[in-house]
């Protein structure tokens, strides 16, 4: 019965669990917490080096629109300063893909190292029984 007709009723015994049941110690993979940890890192590592190279680009871009007098100043002789904020473009680019980079060995390789292990050794339990 899955409701009870009468409030006085007691509830339904708990079924007993089986022997597949009892064996498994933690959830199975699927319903590990380690999945979102693994989510949650990742978007974060994509967000910092996506802000990081487009947030200079659109400095650029605006700086571009709205102050057109600095962009056309003269930052050394003959060279202004809109053409060697352009020119840190690229370096900024590479320095993105180095922060995305360093956060994936530092924050998201760990934790799916760890979730690789363990479904290693899931499909390794189920294999022996």
Known sequence: ???MT???QPPPPEPEPDTET??????ALGHHSDLRVLRGAYRRQRRVATLTALGYF???LVLSAFAPSLMTSGATDGLPVG???????LPVTWLATALYEYTARRHVDPIADRI???SELDARREAAR
Not at 22 to 27: D, T, V, Y
Not at 83 to 89: F, G, H, S, T
């Open 22 to 27: 009892r064996r498994l110690r933690r959830p």
């Open 6 to 8: 009468y409030p006085w």
């Open 1 to 3: 019965m899955s409701h």
């Open 58 to 60: 659109t400095l650029f």
């Open 116 to 118: 690789r292990r363990q």
């Open 83 to 89: 053409v060697l904020l352009a020119l840190a473009q």
